[in-house]
């Protein structure tokens, strides 16, 4: 089969190689930056890794994803690739903060030996032209119960301070945040840790600062979390904690949170490594990576030459109880073509696999399946991502939440990428998938007023022509 029916529209994707953590976002004078992490020479062994870049003016149509690094490994700090990393505007246009990771040769553990985690800035005019790197920080200046796992520094500023946080292992196997403060974000000093009150993993990666209605959350990727009930086996979660009110990263000293009330921003197969930021309307938007770093399913079928993709912009507002609200971005609704109505029991074909499904709820239990392969499924207590037995999976089986009341539901499918957000974003599942009938079939089964389906357009397309 063509692999062309795999590739998406309107999910950024890289022309070719591999695809990881979005980096550095950002908006600058009218124009959205996503960076990312990237391998163009992948599936090969020891494939550099860097940055890739796409910019938009409207989060719709995209430029760039070529096959050249943004930001290449080219220095002895970032030998074995320049790791993720965050965008901070300011006057002279943007600085790229980024972490540079060096793996020893020798018998090393490359936990406690054999490692180097730089912090590297990089400075760009208009996000297109980079400038000098410059080297902040190395493992000497991180606090001595750190392993050599400190990375992704999420930095910010906070009237005449600058904040970075990192994400830290300690020599106690729990993962942390290490708290630093600069004047003028070039030279740091560490001025404390988040940590939380029973373990949540043994490396806390890409933290990230979320600030909505004058509260503040830590964004994690805690791995060591595959016992966990709910982890479905998986080692890498990613997930957010609520500070307690009135309390900021941005400060001095040591903060604890509580673990209990640690909560997944995506309940799907495929997300991780999220990164907000706060665009020039004041919107906070957050894209994810539609992937994990171990998973024991495919994201690149037998000669697929691209791997992963990156989740749709979504708007985050804040929830009730310290919850998280997800929606897609509402420029999104510019690729909408031709509406169709859908009714309970009734079924659609659409000439492509990409469309916009909205259900206003629920009277009952309810199925919305898509290529008789991929079912969205609520029972009046739980809603279920759930593959059939066929290969559209690729491993993936089902995914379940507690939901004793479905009041919407959004369903995104763009070729061989689907998220879906319940309850105005309160719950949410990523999931890769690839179909192989040639139309998209949409089926509606259950106790439900109908849905809206709209077919979408391309946003890629002018990229990858």
């Known amino acids: 089969m063509s692999h062309d029916l795999w590739r998406m529209g309107f999910h950024l994707m890289p022309p070719t190689g591999w695809l990881n953590d979005p980096n550095g976002l950002c908006q600058l004078s009218g124009t959205y930056h996503v960076f990312h992490q990237y391998s163009p020479d992948w599936p090969a062994a020891d494939a550099p890794r860097g940055w890739g870049h796409f910019w938009s003016r409207d989060l719709v149509r995209w430029q760039g994803g070529g096959s050249d690094f943004a930001i290449a490994p080219d220095t002895p700090d970032e030998a074995s690739g320049a790791y993720s990393g965050c965008a901070v505007p300011f006057e002279g246009g943007v600085r790229l903060y980024y972490t540079g990771n060096v793996k020893e040769r020798g018998d090393f553990d490359y936990v406690r030996t054999g490692r180097r985690s730089v912090q590297i800035l990089v400075e760009s005019p208009d996000g297109l032209r980079m400038g000098e790197k410059r ?68 490396m806390w990666e890409c ?29 890498d979660q990613s997930g957010y904690l609520p500070l307690p009110e009135g309390e900021t990263l941005g400060r001095t000293g040591d903060l604890t949170l509580d673990a209990g009330l640690f909560r997944r921003w995506d309940c799907g ?17 957050l894209i994810g990576w539609m992937g994990t770093p171990e998973a024991p399913f495919e994201s690149a079928p037998d000669g697929l030459p691209w791997c992963h993709c990156l989740t749709v912009p979504r708007e985050v507002t804040a929830g009730a109880d310290g919850t998280l609200l997800q929606r897609p971005a509402r420029e999104l609704e510019a690729l909408r073509g031709a509406r169709h109505e859908l009714t309970a029991g009734g079924s659609l074909e659409l000439g492509e696999h990409r469309a916009d499904v909205l259900l206003a709820g629920a009277a009952g239990p309810l ?55 319940a309850n105005d974003g309160a719950l949410v599942f990523a999931t890769r998938w690839f179909p192989r009938a040639e139309r998209l079939s949409v089926a509606l089964a259950g106790a439900s007023g109908g849905a809206s389906v709209w077919e979408m357009g391309d946003g890629m397309a002018a990229t990858y022509a």
């Open 135 to 202: 080297v902040l920080l190395r493992n000497a200046d991180y606090p001595a119960f750190c392993t050599r796992h400190v990375r992704d520094p999420k930095v910010w500023r906070a009237g005449d301070a600058w904040w970075m946080i990192l994400g830290a292992r300690d020599l106690d196997d729990r993962g942390l945040v290490l708290r630093l403060r600069s004047d003028d974000g070039i030279t740091w000093e560490n001025t404390g840790t988040v940590r939380s009150d029973e373990p949540l993993g043994f």
């Open 207 to 235: 933290p990230d600062r979320v600030a909505l209605d004058g509260r503040e959350w830590l964004s994690l990727c805690p791995q060591g979390m595959q016992a966990l009930p709910w982890a479905n086996g998986m080692r």
């Open 269 to 285: 197969f495929d997300f991780y490594a999220p990164q907000t930021f706060v665009d020039e309307s004041g919107r906070t938007l």
């Open 367 to 421: 199925e919305l399946l898509l290529d008789d392969a991929l079912a969205l499924c609520w029972d009046g207590a739980e809603l279920s991502l759930r593959f059939s037995g066929s290969s559209v999976g690729c491993g993936r089986t089902e995914r379940t939440v507690p939901c004793n009341n479905l009041r919407d539901l959004r369903v995104l499918v763009d070729s061989s990428a689907v998220e879906a957000f």
